[in-house]
């Protein structure tokens, strides 16, 4: 497809899918809950800067399954298929040359540590789905790794402004060991629901667990509401 045209489907689809989602997404309980749990003044999205049972860190833990896989730029890909109109594959030049979005925003880890006020740049999770457009009856996305992982998100969570796939934090190339070349980052749920190594993302008809959500993590992962464990 040319540039200006998938720019151009890129805008209006963005369009179609935030009225879609707009309702859902006020429902949420990281912008809804009316007692939220945790401490501190309002966050972005209104909830208390730091979530009931988390403490913050200036440090930037590192959390993998054991491996970290070492990706070049030639080789990375990002596949986006499943319950979609037009599945697509990008390559990092095509990537890249998609509309760019800079945020700051916080990282939750289920472990207990929040890193906050973190600068990222990355494209919009919406603006990809926005190039693949979720079928009427898609409900979720799982979420694939280089490394195998695997995490699943509702649409409603996935689609908000705040959700990025990073290449860069802090100004600096997103680092191998927290995920470069690119990660997605979930700044309204714990950091698990952010996939390291991102090289998949499947649209979904129905929910379908990942890695650590097979193993007892919470389905859905709200951190202020302590939602850490199913
Ligand atoms: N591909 C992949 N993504 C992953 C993980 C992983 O092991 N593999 N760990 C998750 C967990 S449990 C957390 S807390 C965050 C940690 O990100 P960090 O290592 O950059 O702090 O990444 C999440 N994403
Ligand atoms: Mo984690």
């Not at 594959?89 to 939750?108: I, R």
Request: include cysteine.
């Amino acid at each position: 497809m040319e540039e200006s045209e998938k720019l151009k489907r890129v805008v209006e689809a963005r369009m179609k899918l935030k009225s879609r989602f707009e309702e859902k997404i006020k429902q949420t309980p990281s912008v809804a809950d009316n007692k939220p749990m945790g401490s501190g003044k309002p966050n972005r999205h209104g909830m208390p800067v730091i979530p009931v049972g988390q403490t913050e860190t200036k440090k930037w833990p590192v959390l993998d399954l054991g491996v970290q896989p070492d990706i070049s730029l030639k080789e990375w890909k990002l596949v986006v298929d499943g319950a979609v109109e037009h599945p697509f594959e990008l390559n990092w030049e095509e990537f890249m040359a998609l509309p760019q979005t800079e945020d700051v925003s916080d990282f939750h880890c289920v472990t207990t540590w929040s890193k906050l006020n973190v600068s990222w740049k990355g494209i919009r999770l919406l603006d990809l789905a926005a190039l693949a457009m979720p079928k009427e009856a898609a409900t979720h996305i799982l979420c694939y790794g280089y490394d195998d992982y695997t995490t699943n998100v509702s649409l409603e969570e996935a689609l908000k402004p705040d959700v990025l796939l990073v290449h860069t934090a802090q100004g600096q190339p997103l680092p191998k060991e927290h995920g470069g070349p690119v990660r997605m980052i979930t700044p309204q749920l714990y950091a698990w629901k952010g996939s390291k190594w991102i090289n998949r993302i499947e649209f979904l008809t129905r929910n379908r667990l990942g890695f650590w959500e097979e193993r007892g993590y919470s389905n859905t992962a709200y951190p202020w509401r302590n939602d850490r464990y199913s």
